[in-house]
């Protein structure tokens, strides 16, 4: 609304940056904005279900954009199967450019620290969930609910692996508080350094969000994937492209997260 692209407009003029960058969904209001005009705008743009996609492509406001990214390969990209008529405008537009994944760069030197902060053995076998995508509607309980299943799971090979140690990182969108009396299972709010931690683990439970399959796919660790249903993208074709590039397995079903990871 105009409320919300002034105060945004505002900023950017406070700031005066040469260059704006914009995630995939922009807001047009500010693009569109006559203060902007001078300024050098870029578009971050990702991989969405077809029609939206198209729909983005052939908005007015995306001739605003000097550079549009493509935080993908374009292996990976050719692998979704994309309509034909996207691919001939991405492929064929000057402005259009693969980048690649677009990740946080993994800091080795931190990894000792976390080591020593949740007490990580040389022998220990350690899983680590993680929420892995975002974009939860208010009222909705999905990420409890994935969270709940996740816990349900730990509880169940907790005595059948001796060295196991289970890492929950809830995150912002979990609400709901969990406790465990098994000392092999591990709750925390957040994580400031979670690519290091899960660098530290020998396989990750995770939904298939966008950074989430990308920091799994640039570790190299396997994973037990699932997803969210969205409105504006497609988890399950994600989860398959690591399935595909990885030893990593995407379910169904949250009720046998337990059986894949035995």
Same mark, same amino acid.
């Given at each position: 609304?105009?409320?919300?692209?002034?105060?945004?407009?505002?900023?950017?003029?406070?700031?005066?940056?040469?260059?704006?960058? +914009?995630?995939?969904?922009?807001?047009?209001?500010?693009?569109?904005?006559?203060?902007?005009?001078?300024?050098?705008?870029?578009?971050?743009?990702?991989?969405?279900?077809?029609?939206?996609?198209?729909?983005?492509?052939?908005?007015?406001?995306?001739?605003?954009?000097?550079?549009?990214?493509?935080?993908?390969?374009?292996?990976?990209?050719?692998? +979704?199967?994309?309509?034909?008529?996207?691919?001939?405008?991405?492929?064929?537009?000057?402005?259009?450019?693969?980048?690649?994944?677009?990740?946080?760069?993994?800091?080795?030197?931190?990894?000792?620290?976390?080591?020593?902060?949740?007490?990580?053995?040389?022998?220990? +076998?350690?899983?680590?969930?993680?929420?892995?995508?975002?974009?939860?509607?208010?009222?909705?309980?999905?990420?409890?609910? +994935?969270?709940?299943?996740?816990?349900?799971?730990?509880?169940?090979?907790?005595?059948?692996?001796?060295?196991?140690?289970?890492?929950?990182?809830?995150?912002?969108?979990?609400?709901?508080?969990?406790?465990?009396?098994?000392?092999?299972?591990?709750?925390?709010?957040?994580?400031?350094?979670?690519?290091?931690?899960?660098?530290?683990?020998?396989?990750?439970?995770?939904?298939?969000?966008?950074?989430?399959?990308?920091?799994?796919?640039?570790?190299?660790?396997?994973?037990?994937?699932?997803?969210?249903?969205?409105?504006?993208?497609?988890?399950?074709?994600?989860?398959?492209?690591?399935?595909?590039?990885?030893?990593?397995?995407?379910?169904?079903?949250?009720?046998?997260?337990?059986?894949?990871?035995?």
């Amino acid at each position: 609304d105009k409320g919300t692209n002034d105060k945004i407009t505002e900023i950017i003029e406070d700031f005066n940056p040469d260059i704006v960058a +914009y995630d995939t969904h922009y807001p047009k209001l500010v693009v569109e904005d006559k203060r902007n005009v001078n300024r050098i705008n870029v578009l971050v743009l990702r991989k969405m279900k077809d029609e939206l996609l198209l729909q983005t492509l052939n908005d007015p406001s995306i001739k605003l954009f000097s550079k549009i990214l493509i935080p993908h390969s374009k292996e990976e990209f050719l692998s +979704y199967n994309v309509d034909p008529i996207i691919m001939d405008k991405i492929l064929f537009s000057p402005k259009m450019l693969f980048t690649g994944p677009v990740v946080k760069e993994l800091n080795k030197e931190k990894i000792p620290d976390i080591e020593e902060k949740y007490k990580i053995g040389k022998k220990d +076998y350690v899983i680590v969930a993680i929420s892995g995508g975002g974009g939860q509607y208010p009222g909705a309980t999905s990420t409890d609910d +994935y969270f709940e299943e996740c816990m349900n799971a730990f509880e169940k090979v907790a005595s059948e692996i001796y060295n196991l140690k289970c890492i929950l990182v809830k995150g912002p969108l979990c609400k709901k508080v969990f406790k465990s009396t098994n000392d092999k299972i591990e709750v925390v709010d957040y994580e400031d350094n979670l690519l290091e931690l899960m660098s530290c683990s020998n396989l990750i439970v995770s939904r298939a969000g966008y950074n989430a399959i990308n920091e799994i796919l640039s570790l190299g660790i396997p994973a037990v994937l699932l997803e969210i249903e969205c409105t504006h993208d497609d988890q399950a074709e994600r989860a398959k492209y690591l399935e595909n590039k990885t030893d990593s397995v995407y379910l169904t079903d949250e009720n046998k997260i337990a059986d894949t990871i035995m």
